[in-house]
């Protein structure tokens, strides 16, 4: 039998978050050579709820909590932010 995971992700070119308080604050920060190694970053932590890559830099930060993301997004053109759409985890994690 095989192990399938999948991940449904809203993405969003061009914005990041931007924390003003420490309920967003990111609870990995790791490089990823592309932006599908950072979203497998993410489906491998069942507690990641959104992901943010930097391309110039290969930043990958993994967030647990996304309360009120929205207001929590700025613009940076370098920066693609990804939230995982709830209910899509397989396995559910």
């Known amino acids: 039998m095989q192990d399938i995971k999948s991940v449904t992700m809203t993405t969003m070119d061009g ?3 931007q924390c003003a308080n420490s309920n ?5 920060t790791t490089t990823a050579p592309s932006i599908l190694q950072c979203q ?7 507690q990641c709820k959104a992901a ?3 391309e110039t830099t290969y930043k990958c930060q993994l967030f647990n ?11 940076n053109i370098q920066v693609t932010t ?9 396995p559910l994690g």
């Open 40 to 46: 497998i970053h993410c489906l491998q932590q069942p």
């Open 65 to 75: 909590n996304t309360a009120d993301q929205n207001s929590n997004l700025q613009a």
């Open 82 to 90: 990804m939230i995982v759409i709830s209910g899509t985890r397989i």
């Open 24 to 28: 967003c604050l990111p609870f990995v």
């Open 15 to 17: 914005l990041e978050f």
């Open 52 to 54: 943010t890559f930097q």
